[in-house]
């Protein structure tokens, strides 16, 4: 099967500038994350969806982080104002009985 | 709330040394365990994970781990470690009511050839 799909691989920003990142998930499968990876850090989870519905949320930073999952397929991450502790790896996942599939994530720096 | 931590934040071997990777989780209800290597410049990879039944679990490339219940543990393993193995190792966890896989810190494993 065809893995997680996710662009840009790599964007720079200057802080304050606003920022959007998409995945498209494996086909059928209903449950979507985001993670946050810092560099030298584990993945932490930013929201978690299950088809269009947001199931856990409660480590995005509402005040600049949004994400949504309109139908039910490919997400969209997106930060504004970017600040430079956002600089990280951002990964998409979703979940099918064989387990978890991550893309290959976008770099994100701020500078 | 469901946590994991590994023990070794930085790893040194030389090749043909054998590994041991710790790893705790704390929960009290059902999990399902994993390990996962992400090589330089590459993407997360699972290499292993254990869901129920025999508890010493084997992963490609000769990793294997074993799940300790009542040390709520779940430590990696290799006999012979490769200069190819050089990556970072994340221990996750997902607790079976929440559906959430946390992770670890990681450690980073550098092999010296």
């Known amino acids: 099967e065809a893995g997680v799909a996710q662009s840009p691989r790599y964007k720079i920003i200057e802080k304050r500038q606003s920022v959007a990142f998409w995945c498209n998930p494996i086909?059928?499968?209903?449950?979507l994350y985001w993670y946050q990876q810092i560099l030298g850090q584990g993945p932490k989870l930013l929201i978690q969806f299950q088809n269009n519905g947001v199931v856990d949320d409660s480590q995005l930073p509402k005040d600049r982080f949004s994400a949504e999952r309109l139908k039910g397929v490919d997400s969209t991450l997106k930060i504004q104002p970017a600040k430079l502790e956002d600089s990280a790896v951002y990964l998409c996942a979703s979940l099918s009985h064989y387990g978890y599939t991550f893309g290959s994530g976008t770099r994100l720096t701020v500078v | 709330a469901q946590s994991v931590s590994q023990h070794n934040h930085h790893v040194i071997l030389s090749e043909a040394a054998s590994l041991e990777l710790g790893c705790n989780y704390s929960y009290g209800g059902t999990v399902n365990l994993f390990w996962y290597v992400q090589y330089p410049g590459q993407h997360l990879q699972l290499l292993l994970k254990?869901?129920?039944?025999?508890?010493l679990v084997k992963g490609i490339k000769g990793f294997e781990a074993e799940f300790i219940k009542s040390k709520f543990s779940f430590n990696l393993r290799k006999p012979s470690v490769q200069w190819s193995d050089t990556a970072e190792y994340f221990c996750?966890?997902?607790?079976?009511?929440?559906?959430?896989?946390?992770f670890g810190q990681g450690t980073t494993l550098q092999v010296k050839p």
């Open positions: 996750a966890v997902i607790a079976a009511d929440t559906g959430k896989l946390i």
């Open positions: 086909s059928g499968h209903a449950t």
């Open positions: 254990y869901f129920s039944g025999d508890p």
